[in-house]
């Protein structure tokens, strides 16, 4: 996309270039004429033109005054497209310029982050960046303002690329990759204490179940079991539960 508008912006500039020339060879050319016909070298163009029925015979000469001025109006209004696609081209090459600078600037933040460079003094480690820069590479063909612009913003920003350093990124990654992993094995132990308290609670459930059921059950026995003595003349006192054996009746009675 980038090409494209390039060479339309190109082929644009070309033709506003080869038109402003014919129009100002036309207007240079058509002054000449009329200069020279009003000094007497050359004469007037001949043009009657007739209107209902009155012929106008010099009308010739206000033809030729009239496309002059007219081909000298058009050529001066050419002047400021030209400006404006001079400044067009200026702005792009402005901004290819500060896209080449960005570039550049990553490459050696990334390396001072790196900890590609050792200087302290401004100009030395400045100079060791645009070195660093010339021999990249992908950045070598750059121009040396260039270069010299991005090395001095990396230098400007080497505090940001010490404290955000690959080192201490790597180290806080680490630490926080460390605790993602605590937090991990302490979830699995939760989930792990969860499940067994869900498994007790069930099997709590499930024996109370069956207390109860025994419960029942041995109720109903000794329902049935006290109808059973009753019946063959046993008694139980309720406060001991002790079974008394009644007396039998005999036969006589």
Not at 12 to 17: E, I, T, V
Not at 89 to 107: K, L, P, T
Not at 124 to 139: A, E, G, M, S
Request: aromatic share 6%; with cysteine.
């Amino acid at each position: 996309m980038g090409q494209k508008t390039s060479a339309s912006v190109a082929v644009q500039a070309h033709l506003h270039w080869v038109s402003l020339a014919l129009i100002v060879g036309a207007a240079l050319v058509a002054t000449a004429a009329t200069m020279a016909a009003a000094a007497g070298l050359l004469p007037w163009l001949t043009l009657p033109l007739t209107f209902g029925e009155v012929t106008y015979q010099g009308a010739g000469v206000l033809v030729q005054i009239g496309v002059t001025i007219l081909l000298l109006l058009i050529a001066a209004t050419q002047v400021g497209p030209g400006r404006v696609l001079r400044l067009e081209r200026s702005h792009r090459d402005f901004g290819i310029c500060m896209s080449d600078v960005a570039d550049a600037y990553a490459a050696v933040h990334a390396a001072d982050r790196a900890g590609a460079f050792t200087m302290s003094e401004q100009f030395d480690d400045v100079k060791q960046r645009i070195d660093y820069l010339r021999r990249h590479p992908d950045l070598g063909h750059l121009e040396g303002d260039v270069l010299q612009a991005a090395a001095q913003m990396s230098h400007m920003s080497r505090d940001l690329a010490e404290t955000y350093s690959d080192e201490n990124m790597e180290r806080a990654k680490t630490f926080l990759r460390e605790r993602q992993e605590e937090v991990e094995r302490v979830r699995e132990q939760i989930g792990r204490v969860l499940s067994d308290a869900h498994e007790l609670r069930r099997w709590l459930e499930a024996v109370e179940v069956e207390e109860e059921i025994n419960a029942s059950q041995l109720r109903r026995m000794e329902d049935q079991m006290a109808d059973v003595l009753t019946y063959l003349g046993f008694r139980r006192e309720s406060p001991r539960g002790r079974v008394i054996q009644m007396p039998q009746a005999t036969a006589a009675e």
